[in-house]
């Protein structure tokens, strides 16, 4: 299948995953203490569930978000090594 994860032979802890991008490892903290935190209060499964999705969706998009802007600096990087001067950091006239 297209989507399948290929298979390493050694796979990183999310630990490993996590270390270049701490903000992303402290979110992931956040959700984790979130739980613990409405189950010690008595929430239903559906609440925990509700909060759990929506605290994922925000790290998705939070890493999506991330990779989009490595993926442009370095696009914005090759092309400068490319073709120098190509890209200016003037304003028009």
Known sequence: M???PKKQAHKKSLDERFSKHPHMY????????MMEEAI???????EAESMAIK?????GRA????WAITKH????????????GVIRNSKKN
């Open 2 to 4: 297209k989507h399948e």
């Open 40 to 46: 010690a209060n008595g929430a239903t499964a559906d």
């Open 73 to 84: 600096q370095q696009s914005v990087h090759d092309v400068k090594k490319e073709v120098p």
């Open 63 to 66: 890493l999506l978000t991330d």
């Open 26 to 33: 402290e979110q992931m903290q956040r959700i984790g203490d």
């Open 55 to 59: 605290q994922i969706n925000d790290l």
